[in-house]
Each structure stands twice: as structure tokens, then as C-alpha cells.
């Protein structure tokens, strides 16, 4: 249905509206998180490592331009296309002054090639200030907001120390929407506590959220972040990778047909990464989840339900 995948790829979708391939450039906007610089919280989420969730991006020191430069030369010598999506992605990318960000988002649009911006945020993290520069930026460019809610559970978020309420999420939501900028909703799949069902309605929620996109991330344990030492003290049940992938088709089960769907696996680095290691081989989990879905003759959309 969305090429040869039962699934709305983003692929799929920035084919379709840029008719090639379009690689995403991550990049270190050198910004600092509200729940880790004392604002909210100074320990920050369970799971985060010292680079911000955004184990990939470019380095912090050099200026956007020089990391788009920098990173396009690595990726040309693997892909061959002339589009980017200019990838704000670790830390809080709209928190910093609004000159600052200006600056900063003006920077990466303004470069060769980048068609689009995305902006890995929180939502409490929303200024007025902050959606009158979104809304001005939605209107150059291809921009979506990525938001990590990661659970609808409150029992959860205190866990993993989120720092906001669902209601938060939801403001947020709505005010995106009115602005007509496109939303992805980040969830993981695998907190401790969290039943299978649990899971799923966190999934159910999203899907009924009318926004843009969703990233589905495995919950992994990374060296040297607060999660890893709570494991080591008190360990819990991980997924294997078959339980992974049946979870995963079931989410996608639930979600309508529109939901653009970003990504269906972790992302940790091989060196820091403690457990599960077979998250390290995301082709054979990709590949997991496609078979599981001809198997079962499943789609996207297939059990989706309005609430
Ligand atoms: S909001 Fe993001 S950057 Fe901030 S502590 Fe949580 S995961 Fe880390």
C-alpha cells in the first residue's frame, strides 16, 4: 500500500511530495534541556545520555552551516540525492532565546539543498514567542515539531522523570494544529510497569491525536544514564526481539492510514549501548516487522478505532 511496505513510511511520504529521496542531516543547534539545566529538573529523563538523546548529531562546536557541509560529505558518499531535512535533534531545540533560534533555524533552511526543518522539542517548551517563529518557518519551508511524550501513563512519565503532565501534551497539540505545523509524537515501547496493553493505548492515544507523524523507539539501556544504574540494582523485563516486532505490528495496527510513521526502532550507539544488543541489527528487525505483517495479512489502519 505505501510502496512495498504495509506501512506510511516517511520514505514513502517525502517521495511523494519531493519526488526523490531525502536524507536527514542531524544536527547539535548547542542548546540544553530544561530538565537537566535545573528549570525543570537537573538529572534530566531516566534514559538520557549526555548528548542530549541525539546520539548521532553533529558535533556541538561547529556553526549549522559547517555540520550541513560536514554531514551532506558523508552522506554522499553512500546516497546519492541533493535533499535534506535539516534535523534539530538532541536537547531541546526551542529552548534558547528567540534571536538565538532564529538564528539558528534561518541558518539550516538557508543552506543547498535543505527542503525541510524538523525540531525535536518538549512541549512545555512552546512559547507564544516560540509558535510566532514556528509559524513563520512553516510558512519557507517543510517543518514538522517532534514532541517526546514516550508514554500517556503518569505513573510512567514519573518514572522515566518527563518533567510534564499529558495535559501539557495536549495543549501543545492543539496549538501546533491551529498553526497547521505537522506533529510527531515520540513513544517507547518497553518502560518498566508498562503492560503490553499499556503500550497500546499510549499508541491508541497518539493515533487519535489528528497530528502529522509518530516514532515508535525501543526502550534501550544505555551505559552511563540513570536507567542503566536503576537496572543493574533492580532488573526488569526487556523484549526479545520477536516480542518487539508482534508489539510494533500491533501499534501499527492501530493507527490510521494517514499517520506518516517516522521510525519503529531504537537507535542507540554500539559502544554505549548495554542491552538489548540485538537492537543493533535494525535491518533484521525491520525485515522482522514486514514478515510479521504478511503473516498476519496486516496493514496500517487495520484495527484503528476513533475515541
Ligand atoms: S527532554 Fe530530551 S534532552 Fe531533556 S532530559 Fe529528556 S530526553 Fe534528555
Not at 561547529?62 to 560536514?70: A, D, F, P, Y
Not at 517543518?143 to 500517556?152: K, S
Not at 518527563?162 to 497539540?173: D, F, H, M, S, T
Not at 498553526?179 to 518502560?191: M, P, Q, S, Y
Request: net charge neutral.
Amino acid at each position: 500500500m505505501w510502496g512495498d511496505k504495509r506501512y506510511h513510511t516517511l520514505n514513502y511520504e517525502l517521495r511523494k511530495i519531493f519526488g526523490q529521496k531525502v536524507m536527514k542531516l542531524s544536527l547539535d543547534g548547542g542548546f540544553t534541556c530544561p530538565n537537566r539545566d535545573g528549570t525543570i529538573g537537573d538529572k534530566g529523563c531516566i534514559f538520557c545520555g549526555e548528548e542530549g538523546s541525539g546520539e548521532f548529531a553533529g558535533c556541538r562546536y561547529l556553526s549549522i552551516k559547517e555540520q550541513i557541509e560536514e554531514q551532506k560529505e558523508l552522506l554522499s558518499k553512500k546516497w546519492n540525492t541533493d535533499k535534506y531535512i535539516a534535523y534539530f535533534q538532541n536537547f531541546t531545540n526551542t529552548y534558547s532565546s528567540y534571536d538565538d533560534l532564529r538564528e539558528k533555524y534561518y541558518a539550516a533552511i538557508s543552506e543547498e539543498g535543505v527542503v525541510s526543518l524538523a525540531i525535536a522539542t518538549r512541549p512545555d517548551c512552546l512559547s507564544d514567542e516560540v509558535m510566532d517563529l514556528l509559524t513563520e518557518i512553516n510558512e519557507k519551508t517543510f517543518l514538522w515539531v517532534e514532541l517526546g511524550l514516550q508514554t500517556i501513563h503518569e505513573s510512567s512519565a514519573k518514572f522515566i522523570r518527563r518533567g510534564y503532565p499529558l495535559e501539557i501534551y495536549n495543549k501543545a497539540v492543539e496549538k501546533l494544529k491551529e498553526r497547521n505545523i505537522k506533529v510527531v509524537t515520540h513513544l517507547i515501547f518497553g518502560l518498566p510497569d508498562e503492560s503490553k496493553e499499556d503500550i497500546l493505548e499510549s499508541v491508541k492515544y497518539v493515533g487519535n491525536t489528528n497530528t502529522w507523524g509518530v516514532k515508535f523507539h525501543l526502550l534501550y539501556i544505555q551505559k552511563e544514564t540513570d536507567l542503566y544504574r536503576y537496572y543493574i540494582k533492580k532488573p526488569f523485563p526487556i523484549f526479545t526481539r520477536e516480542e518487539y516486532i508482534s508489539l510494533v505490528v500491533d501499534g501499527l495496527e492501530l493507527l490510521p492510514v494517514e499517520m506518516v510513521v517516522h521510525r519503529l526502532t531504537g537507535d542507540g550507539k554500539k559502544e554505549l549501548l548495554y542491552k538489548p544488543r540485538w537492537s543493533l541489527d535494525k535491518l533484521r528487525v525491520l525485515s522482522g516487522i514486514d514478515r510479521e505483517m504478511k503473516i498476519r495479512s496486516s496493514y496500517q489502519g487495520l484495527k484503528f478505532q476513533s475515541i
